[in-house]
């Protein structure tokens, strides 16, 4: 199995910054990508930012320019950079991890999730 322990986020005030990493553990093959999403009451949960094992990455239309996901591929770890942060940023983050593991014998895939980070920004 692979479990994801996520770490950071907080309280800030607007305009200021945080960072969030998410640590994969287990009998993992390989991560195809790593993301961030978030939810907040009565909402959906929304893609914020996800990069591939190769670097490519893409952003929510609202945070472009303003955050920065990055990965360690050794470390399958995965961060999110948050700068100029919004209190319309205020969520729970939840990291997601997508790939393949091993199980007794064979390769199966996953998809999991991290338990998720408070992430608020005071206006």
């Known amino acids: 199995q692979v479990q994801l322990v996520e770490s950071g986020g907080g309280l800030v005030q607007a305009g200021g910054s945080l960072s969030l990493s998410c640590v994969a553990s287990?009998?993992?093959?390989?991560?195809?990508?790593m993301g961030w999403y978030r939810q907040g009451p009565g909402k959906q949960r929304e893609l914020v930012a996800r990069?591939?094992?190769?670097?490519?990455?893409n952003y929510a239309d609202s945070v472009k320019g303003r955050f920065t996901i990055s990965r360690d591929n050794a470390k399958n770890t995965v961060y999110l950079q948050m700068n100029s942060l919004k209190p319309e940023d205020t969520d729970v983050y939840y990291c997601?991890?997508?790939?393949?593991?091993?199980?007794?014998?064979?390769?199966?895939?996953?998809?999991?999730w991290g338990q998720g980070s408070q992430v608020t920004v005071s206006s």
């Open positions: 997601k991890a997508d790939g393949t593991y091993y199980s007794g014998s064979r390769i199966e895939e996953f998809y999991n």
């Open positions: 287990g009998s993992i093959f390989r991560i195809i990508a």
């Open positions: 990069i591939t094992r190769n670097g490519v990455t």
